[in-house]
Structures are given as structure tokens and as C-alpha cells.
């Protein structure tokens, strides 16, 4: 079949790689913006996640997969976006860490962590606030997403299959083929982020995007042998400084611009983790594209059955897209059938009469 992809963000290419492996042509169209979330997001992959500290959802197919995916995509486009990296979330409170040493002891659980022992903690307390210790999560890294986007984008240049240029759904002719300046397709796929939520075929799906300030730092004392994890994350780049995010903010005027609030809810942050001196280099945001019930959004548009969505995978896009291309991939050749959880006829209730004369 013959794919035409919107928009060359970590899902889009992410999907487009997929496709072509699995012996498919394609054509990403993407306007090129200076500063999206895939542009600058901070790439974690991490089995055990949020405010609770739970299990990923699918971790045990999620994690496997994505390694394999990212380290043969390495392979054929050049560079090193790749990186695995133990991550140390110190505790925040006794409880908390008995209610972890109690779980790693459990052979499943084990797969994921382990409970630091008091000289790795007394090493981490030089730089990092943890007077309960804390545990190392396993499997986990982070993907420099900037340098992946590059060399995808070099890749599909290399065979013709990256064309930048705006794209608004009137400028294509949908019947039995999509038509988009002039060039036919079987099927039309969004993957562009923020503005599928502004587009009449896919406005009514449960968007609901998440602001995300970022501070890129200094820390000249601290090694770059962890990511840290305490409400909060410390992840150390290419060039020796460090990131740190995020915030989460539902209610902003503008996606990509900062703001004193940012800064603040930031730096608080910063000061519950560190234990020692940095400097903020560089203050800056966007935006993820997510959900209210923080699912992803996969399938085929209710009525036009060659026009189908992948989009957001909000705060785990990297370890969920490849994953899930794969499933959306198999499901439009008629393989499989969609998770309930990512399929968007879970919002078929918000799908109106006045959407539906597009």
C-alpha cells in the first residue's frame, strides 16, 4: 500500500519506519517547526512511572520492543539517539521505601528495579536530596529525539519520501484514492500533533495537550552515569549539561512560549531534588500532544476508511510509538484488531452530527 504520513514528529516517523519495513511506500509531509515536543522532549523511557510509581501500561512488550526497534533504526540511519541509562528515584518517604524493599523481592518486580544500597545512595547524596535511599529502575534510558528526527528526515530525503510543505485538509481529494498535489494514495494517516485537534476530521476526539517547561542546567560536579527521578527529572545530554522537566499545565495561551509561573513550578522542583550548586542555562517549552484519559489515538476515521490517525502518545511517546505503529500498522492491513484502549471509537460519543459533513 501507498501511505501518505502528516507530519514528521516522533510519531510520524516512527510510523513512517515502520511501514517501510514492512514493505510499504510513503510520503511524510511536514511543515518543519522550529520547536515541537518531539523537537525538544526529553526522550525517558522508564518501566515505572508517575506520582505512584506504577508499572507502565504493556511494559513487558513495550520495553523489549522499543530496544529493538531503536537499535536497528540506528543501524540503517547513522548516529546514536539510543541511549539506556539506570534511572535513581530516591524515596520521599519511609513508607515508600519499605513498600519498595518488600517488592524487590518479587521475581517480577525484579526485572524492573532494585533497591540501592547505602554506599550507592551515600554517592547520590553528594548530589541529590534522599534521606530514605532510593532504587534504580532497570531497562530504561532515554532517546535524544532531536537527533532522531534528523536522521529519519536525511533517510527520507535519501528516497524521496519526505516533502516539507503546510498541510490543511483542502488540499486533498478524498474518494476511493487521497489526491494530494496531484500524487494518489490508499490511505492518509495524521500524525501531526497539536493541529489534529484543530482539523474537522479528527476535532472531536478527546484531545486535551499538556504544556511542559524544561530547564537546560549546568551541574558541574555531578557524573552523567544516572538519570534522577524524585517529582521531577535530572537527565544528563550529549554536550555534559543536564535537562530537567517537567511541568504540566492543561490551561496556556500560547504552546511553545515560557512564563515566570514555568520558571517558578521549575525551580521548585529543582530545589527538592539537587543538593548541589547548577546554573539554568536555558528555560524553554512545548507542547505534548495527549489525551484526557491519557490513551493514545489510534484508528480509522468513522466515516472515510482510508483516513486514519496516530496521535496522542503524550508524556511515553518513546516508548510507545514503536510499539503501537506496529499495531496500527498490522491493523490497517486487516491483521489484527485495535486495543480498546488506544482505538479512538472510544470516543465515538463525542462524534456529531456537525462533524460528520466533512
Not at 137 to 155: C, F, H, M, N
Not at 245 to 263: A, C, L, M, Q, R
Request: aromatic share 12%.
Amino acid at each position: 500500500m501507498k501511505f501518505l504520513i502528516i507530519g514528521q514528529g516522533l510519531a510520524g516517523s516512527v510510523l513512517g519506519l515502520t511501514l517501510l519495513q514492512r514493505g510499504h511506500e510513503i510520503l511524510v509531509v511536514d511543515q518543519d517547526e522550529t520547536i515541537t515536543s518531539s523537537k525538544v522532549a526529553a526522550g525517558l523511557f522508564n518501566p515505572i512511572t508517575g506520582m505512584n510509581r506504577s508499572k507502565t501500561w504493556k511494559a513487558e512488550e513495550l520495553f523489549p520492543f522499543l530496544k529493538r526497534f531503536y537499535t536497528e533504526s540506528q543501524k540503517l540511519l547513522g548516529g546514536t539517539f539510543y541511549k539506556e541509562l539506570p534511572i535513581y528515584m530516591p524515596f520521599t518517604t519511609l513508607e515508600s521505601q519499605n513498600e519498595w524493599v518488600a517488592k524487590s523481592v518479587e521475581p517480577y518486580w525484579a526485572q524492573w528495579m532494585r533497591i540501592c544500597d547505602n554506599k550507592a545512595d551515600a554517592n547520590f547524596s553528594k548530589y541529590v536530596k534522599n534521606p530514605y535511599g532510593g532504587m534504580q529502575t532497570l531497562q530504561s534510558g532515554w532517546i535524544d529525539t532531536p537527533i532522531l528526527l534528523e536522521r529519519v528526515a536525511k533517510y527520507l530525503e535519501s528516497i524521496n519520501a519526505l516533502r516539507i510543505a503546510k498541510f490543511e485538509t483542502k488540499d486533498i481529494e478524498w474518494q476511493e484514492e487521497i489526491v494530494f498535489q496531484g500524487e494518489s494514495f490508499d490511505k492518509l494517516i495524521f500524525c501531526n500533533g497539536l493541529m489534529a485537534a484543530k482539523d474537522p476530521l479528527f476535532s472531536w476526539l478527546n484531545h486535551a495537550h499538556v504544556k511542559g517547561d524544561l530547564f537546560e542546567l549546568q551541574i558541574l560536579d555531578m557524573p552523567q552515569t544516572h538519570i534522577i527521578n524524585k517529582n521531577g527529572f535530572i537527565l544528563p545530554l550529549s554536550n555534559g549539561n543536564f535537562r530537567m522537566g517537567s511541568t504540566y499545565n492543561n490551561f496556556f495561551d500560547d504552546p511553545v512560549s515560557v512564563t515566570n509561573e514555568g520558571f517558578n513550578e521549575l525551580y521548585q522542583k529543582l530545589e527538592g531534588i539537587l543538593n548541589t550548586n547548577y546554573n539554568v542555562v536555558r528555560h524553554y517549552a512545548a507542547t505534548r500532544p495527549a489525551t484526557k484519559d491519557r490513551r493514545p489515538l489510534l484508528g480509522i476515521h468513522p466515516k472515510y476508511n482510508n483516513i486514519s490517525i496516530f496521535n496522542g502518545l503524550g508524556t511515553k511517546g518513546v516508548s510507545l510509538a514503536p510499539y503501537l505503529a506496529e499495531h496500527l500498522a498490522m491493523y490497517l492491513e486487516g491483521k489484527i484488531q485495535l486495543f480498546e484502549e488506544v482505538n479512538i471509537e472510544r470516543c465515538l460519543k463525542y462524534y456529531k452530527s456537525e462533524h460528520q459533513n466533512v
